[in-house]
């Protein structure tokens, strides 16, 4: 079992390749040319091309204290289809920039990745053995 210490340098590890920045970039929009995963957004990079977009998105515009949930909500149909054209629609990608004020996003994105990412990785690597944190920070970041 990992300290929160050693929990959050981990993440951080992570955190630095997908964003540049030790805490994350909850505001973080990325587009890789041949990239399977398309569209990538948030603190740790959620990706369209996984699903896993959508279900941020949809968390984040279910709660009622979601700033900008009525204008992202007209999108939800599209990201869940996983539409690439996504990749090159400039008012999405503004938009999701702008949500990262809220703070409600922040908590949302903290949620998801923690229940949707660190949590699985911590069980694949106690099932492995692997019990550093460098090593939870591997598996954290593997597919």
Request: aromatic letters at 8%.
């Amino acid at each position: 079992m990992l300290t929160p210490l050693q929990k959050q340098t981990a993440q951080a590890i992570v955190n630095l390749f997908e964003t540049s920045s030790a805490r994350g970039d909850y505001g973080a929009v990325t587009v890789i040319p041949g990239d399977t995963g398309h569209l990538s957004f948030g603190r740790s990079q959620t990706t369209l091309g996984s699903g896993n977009l959508h279900a941020l998105l949809q968390r984040y515009c279910s709660n009622a204290g979601a700033r900008f949930g009525p204008r992202l909500a007209p999108w939800l149909e599209r990201v869940e289809q996983r539409d690439t054209t996504l990749d090159h629609e400039l008012r999405l990608h503004n938009l999701l920039r702008a949500t990262a004020d809220d703070p409600v996003m922040r908590e949302m994105q903290d949620l998801f990745f923690d229940e949707g990412y660190w949590q699985p990785a911590a069980r694949i690597a106690a099932g492995m053995g692997i019990t550093t944190p460098l090593g939870l920070a591997v598996v954290y970041d593997s597919p």
